[in-house]
């Protein structure tokens, strides 16, 4: 299991970096190495997040093997690479983008760092920057599996070796092969568990559309009432985390409008609501983080992305896996409340388009399954890693 091949990693000779420690701490990286090397604890390998290029360099300067983990889908991993090589550029506003294993891809669907070019400079140079040094990595991992983007990964892996070890979901969401293993051990924000889950208690089977934009996502003042209002309009329950500073964008008196219809929480344990009978789908920004959890636990999906990478993530949500639908903006940018309303219902509450979404979620979350499960694909690919490492 992918999930438990990960605890192994956590508890070898090896060093994890993350992009939450920052570059500054390059020479007590080093010294950290040296020290485990005096002891007779040598490290064998680094494994770094893809936005940290820099912990490359450290590796090759003592001679030990790294992989660089991307925590992005393989179609956007290709996308930027193309981008950083200098093999794409944004065609003219209409046109269409083809790359290898990858479906047409509109402008605007996209990444918006590159759609929107000079939006956020900084950031799409750190998104870039991932590539710099990439081809003298021992290994790249990404957390997707193989089932899920096939084609790209099988073009990805002509130039690098690349393995899908995803998705990187607490094991007692996948396989349930680790009973202790139930959340990912980080929380930015406080969640409200047992307002959440009592409520969702009292809600049937398939009746509640969850709504979250994550953890970073601003929404506009208008864009928010025009939510409210769609949801209003369905015949669904609602479950929506507005997080505090976005509860002054409510609508006036909005949550004691809808007190019988609707629970408005500042954070809450997404797995667990995902996880539940009642969840009939899931209204999300598509964050790759959100998708993956939503595909690994057979949730439907409405898409609304806002920026990044979450463009391309929808357009695989509809058009490639088959899993939701995207609520299209109009012309100020906006997703109007009949929209909202059309996409949930047309989710939700079934029809021909919604069950053969609900199908195709269900396929999904067992293929999800299968790849971190005993000796599938993901399970074989960490297997192949470990044992390289530890020879």
């Not at 990444?111 to 790249?140: C, M």
């Not at 797995?271 to 690994?296: D, M, Q, T």
Request: net charge neutral; with cysteine; proline share 5%.
């Amino acid at each position: 299991m992918a999930s438990t091949k990960v605890g192994l990693l956590r508890r070898s000779p090896l060093i994890f970096t993350s992009p939450l420690l920052n570059p500054l701490v390059h020479k007590a990286w080093q010294a950290c190495i040296k020290e485990l090397g005096d002891s007779g604890s040598p490290v064998h390998a680094i494994i770094y997040d893809g936005f940290m290029a820099w912990a490359l360099d450290v590796a090759k300067q003592w001679g030990i093997r790294a992989a660089v983990f991307l925590t992005q889908s393989c179609a956007v991993n290709s996308i930027h690479y193309h981008v950083s090589r200098g093999l794409l550029k944004v065609p003219a506003e209409g046109s269409s983008v083809w790359l290898s294993g990858l479906p047409e891809l509109k402008v605007w669907e996209l990444p918006s760092l590159i759609y929107h070019h000079g939006s956020y400079p900084a950031w799409f140079d750190t998104i870039v920057n991932q590539f710099s040094n990439i081809d003298e990595a021992d290994w790249v991992l990404v957390n997707t599996f193989y089932e899920l983007e096939k084609e790209v990964v099988d073009w990805m892996s002509k130039i690098w070796k690349l393995g899908t070890i995803g998705p990187t979901i607490p094991s007692m969401y996948l396989d349930k092969r680790l009973k202790h293993n139930k959340d990912y051990g980080l929380q930015l924000l406080h969640p409200n568990t047992s307002a959440c889950m009592r409520w969702l208690n009292t809600k049937p089977n398939g009746s509640v559309v969850y709504v979250s934009f994550g953890s970073l996502a601003e929404v506009g003042v208008e864009q928010m009432a025009e939510i409210a209002w769609g949801l209003i309009g369905t015949n669904a329950y609602f479950l929506w985390v507005v997080r505090e500073p976005e509860e002054p964008k409510l609508p006036d008196n909005f949550k004691h409008m809808t007190r019988e219809k609707g629970l408005i929480v500042r954070w809450c344990p997404q797995l667990e609501v995902l996880k539940h009978g009642s969840i009939g789908c899931f209204v999300s920004h598509c964050g790759y983080n959100s998708v993956l959890e939503a595909l690994g636990l057979g949730v439907p999906i409405v898409a609304m992305p806002q920026w990044a990478d979450q463009a391309t993530n929808a357009k695989h949500v509809e058009d490639v896996w088959g899993v939701g639908v995207r609520a299209l903006v109009d012309e100020k940018g906006i997703v109007r409340r009949e929209t909202i309303k059309q996409c949930i219902n047309e989710v939700i509450m079934g029809g021909e388009r919604g069950n053969e979404i609900k199908k195709n979620s269900i396929k999904w979350k067992n293929l999800a399954i299968k790849a971190a499960d005993h000796g599938g694909s993901s399970d074989k690919n960490i297997d192949e890693f470990v044992a390289k490492i530890t020879s």
